[in-house]
């Protein structure tokens, strides 16, 4: 079983930054695909961010159009963590942020992922 737990979230006024962790419990994380997705007061969890491991030194991400350029998000395999980094937040950026692990190549949509992490609360002040 494989268990994600994220940290890092908190209170930040506008155009601030944060740095969210997943750790992952096992190694294998390498081998799977880490998800971004967050979930704001009243609406569906929406995709945000995602890394793929191809090997070597390859990564694949992608990127929501919300959150492209800045937020990146990039794995520490000998960590078993993956990070996202949130530039310029936004009050819009308020919500609810998960980490999830979908086995092989995951995409965007949210039934991909097997395993979950408990979120972590990031606030936006305007």
């Known amino acids: 079983q494989l268990h994600l737990v994220e940290s890092g979230g908190g209170l930040v006024q506008a155009g601030g930054s944060l740095t969210l962790s997943c750790a992952a419990s096992?190694?294998?994380?390498?081998?799977?695909?880490g998800g971004w997705f967050r979930q704001a007061p009243g609406k569906e969890r929406e995709f945000a961010a995602s890394?793929?491991?191809?090997?070597?030194?390859?990564?694949?991400?992608m990127y929501a159009d919300s959150v492209k350029v800045r937020f990146t998000t990039f794995r520490d395999n000998a960590k078993n963590t993956m990070y996202l980094q949130m530039n310029n937040l936004k009050p819009e950026d308020t919500a609810v942020y998960y980490c999830?692990?979908?086995?092989?190549?995951?995409?965007?949509?949210?039934?991909?992922?097997?395993?979950w992490g408990q979120g972590t609360q990031v606030t936006v002040s305007s």
């Open positions: 890394t793929t491991w191809l090997g070597d030194s390859t990564y694949i991400t």
């Open positions: 096992e190694r294998s994380f390498k081998t799977y695909t």
């Open positions: 999830a692990a979908a086995p092989g190549a995951g995409g965007r949509l949210d039934y991909d992922y097997n395993y």
